[in-house]
């Protein structure tokens, strides 16, 4: 009997975000089909970002992982707005990555932003060779500062062998810092037991719970507080939307989406806050796109295969997003792509709220081609090919 691929995943950390929420999926489908063993090696055991402190043990995900066995270790850093660079790691730390590494037959980067420890590893000559896969997430590397440059020297020296790139966009962006690299896409999937429609409409517990009325439209935007995601933009649009929807009401979600963040405040001063909700990280998002009509998407750079519009789109929510990354592609049928005018993506929100039944039949048929099993699959082919090129190369 074969024993179980052994499969490490390095991480900056357990924080939200659409990326994260995706690798967990894959490790515990992974590590559930009996054929794969995966632990996580986290570099911080806490995140600072977008105004938030969000601990390691308090994100679902870390809770999730823990609880269908797979293991997770903490290097104890404090993860924020720029990666551990390979000079910031201490001697602890790198013994304890080292032996982590050497315990597995495969390592996933989690995205670039891990790489600087591979390679203050590899400087201290303490990095065992095992092939590394690259699990990469946006389409502006230029956006991933020192990072980008990590990748580049990784693929260089032959620690990096292989990339997934949940979009087309993603694997064309970063094509030219992968040399050598084997390079794959595999599309993103999400869980469709827990993100579906609503059976009936009304009584909607989270309309119920935020003074929402049933007729009301509802418009989610599921995003952290980051320029990337550009919420000026989004309340910009919600300002011009008031004028055709009065009743209109908007639930905002993810880190620094609170009045507690000031930067949220001056924004929300600009239109009417009592039809806005803000409720920062939410654990119950399948319930808030069920209670939507609109999942819309305001990005201006950086998104590849954006997870809110799948998951909104399998809930039945209608997607509405800029043209990012392949974001026009993932909705094309049923969803809306717009500019950048907020009047545009005002009117399209409204098109969708208004023509709500004219949507609802092409988000059901194409809810079976938003499912995850298929992502999991292309994910355990691409692992199990890199065991097998090591041992040729052996």
Same mark, same amino acid.
């Given at each position: 009997m074969t024993a179980p691929l052994r499969v490490l995943?390095?991480? /900056?950390?357990?924080?939200?975000?659409?990326? =994260?929420?995706?690798?967990?999926?894959?490790?515990?489908?992974?590590? @559930?089909?009996?054929?794969?063993?995966? #632990?996580?090696?986290a570099i911080a055991s806490r995140a600072r970002r977008e105004a938030t402190v969000?601990?390691? @043990?308090?994100?679902? =995900?870390? =809770?999730?992982? *823990?609880?269908?066995?797979? #293991?997770?270790? #903490?290097?104890?850093?404090?993860?924020?707005?720029?990666?551990?660079?390979?000079?910031?790691?201490?001697?602890?730390?790198? *013994?304890?990555?080292? *032996?982590?590494?050497? @315990?597995?037959?495969?390592v996933l980067s989690l995205k670039e932003q891990p790489l600087g420890l591979l390679l203050a590893l590899d400087e201290a000559m303490m990095l065992p060779d095992r092939p590394v896969v690259a699990c990469l997430h946006r389409s502006d590397p230029e956006h991933s500062g020192e990072a980008l440059t990590?990748?580049?020297?990784? &693929? /260089? *020296?032959?620690?990096?062998? &292989?990339?997934?790139? $949940?979009a087309h966009a993603t694997d064309a962006a970063y094509g030219p810092a992968l040399a050598g690299a084997a390079r794959h896409t595999v599309d993103n999937g999400i869980d469709l037991t827990r993100f579906r429609p609503a059976l009936t409409r009304g009584a909607d517990p989270i309309r119920r719970e935020l003074g929402i009325p049933d007729a009301a439209s509802v418009v989610v935007y599921a995003a952290r507080f980051d320029d990337m995601k550009d919420p000026e933009l989004f309340f910009r649009a919600v300002a011009a939307h008031v004028e055709m929807a009065p009743d209109a009401h908007y639930v905002v979600c993810g880190a620094g989406m609170t009045r507690d963040n000031a930067a949220l405040r001056a924004l929300l001063a600009r239109v009417d806050g009592a039809r806005v909700h803000a409720l920062g990280i939410r654990d119950d998002m399948p319930a808030i796109y069920r209670a939507a009509d609109v999942v819309a998407l305001t990005s201006a750079y950086g998104e590849a295969a954006p997870l $809110?519009?799948? /998951?909104?789109?399998? #809930?039945?929510?209608?997607?509405?997003?800029?043209?990012?990354g392949d974001a026009a592609r993932l909705v094309a049928g049923f969803g809306i792509v717009t500019g950048r005018d907020p009047r545009e993506i005002a009117a399209a929100w409204q098109r969708a709220c208004t023509d709500r039944a004219g949507f609802t039949a092409a988000l059901l048929a194409a809810r079976p081609g938003l499912g995850r099993d298929r992502m999991v699959r292309e994910y355990g082919a691409v692992i199990a090919a890199q065991r097998r090129a090591l041992r040729l190369a052996a």
């Open positions: 995943t390095l991480t /900056e950390g357990f924080f939200a975000g659409g990326a =994260r929420i995706l690798h967990s999926d894959v490790v515990a489908g992974l590590h @559930a089909s009996g054929s794969q063993r995966h #632990s996580v090696l969000q601990p390691m @043990a308090a994100d679902p =995900r870390y =809770r999730s992982l *823990r609880a269908s066995g797979v #293991s997770i270790t #903490s290097l104890g850093k404090t993860a924020g707005g720029v990666p551990h660079a390979p000079h910031t790691f201490s001697s602890r730390q790198l *013994r304890t990555a080292s *032996r982590a590494i050497a @315990a597995a037959d495969v990590w990748l580049r020297t990784s &693929a /260089e *020296r032959g620690i990096v062998t &292989a990339s997934v790139s $949940c $809110c519009l799948l /998951e909104g789109a399998a #809930s039945g929510a209608v997607p509405v997003t800029t043209d990012v």
